[in-house]
């Protein structure tokens, strides 16, 4: 029996998401087509629909590298497009497993959250 997938946003994600929902929803109205916040949006429901797909989908972060904050056993890495992030961790049971995806966030504050310098 295969276990049912939900990907969920929660609270940073959530807020970030609907934000972006908004603002491209303000754009489309204006007639603008390809702007840098709808391909965000764009990129991040279809990496929602290969996290539903394939939880394992990311790349997997070394539990040592896990920033506290977020205070999860495994954390998951999707790359999205304009160099931005998505980060999930991966919890389940025997029927179904649950991705919550906890950040949405741009490569200046990623590097600031995995505290790499720039060179």
């Known amino acids: ?3 049912k997938v939900r ?3 929660l609270d940073e994600a959530d807020s970030e998401f609907k934000h ?3 603002a491209v929803g303000k754009q489309i109205k204006e007639g603008r087509e390809n702007t840098e916040e709808i391909q965000l949006l764009r990129s991040i429901l279809k990496k929602k629909e290969l996290i539903k797909l394939n939880p394992f989908y990311g790349d997997n972060i070394e539990k040592r590298k896990i920033p506290k904050t977020y205070n999860v056993s495994n954390l998951w890495r999707v790359e ?3 160099y931005w992030r998505m980060l999930y961790t991966i919890k389940g049971d025997q029927l179904e497993i649950i991705c919550f995806i906890l950040d949405i966030v741009d490569h200046k504050r990623y590097n600031k959250l995995f505290k790499y310098k720039k060179k």
Do not use: H, P, S
């Open 20 to 22: 972006l929902n908004q």
């Open 7 to 9: 990907v969920i946003l």
């Open 80 to 82: 999205l497009t304009g």
């Open 1 to 3: 029996m295969k276990r």
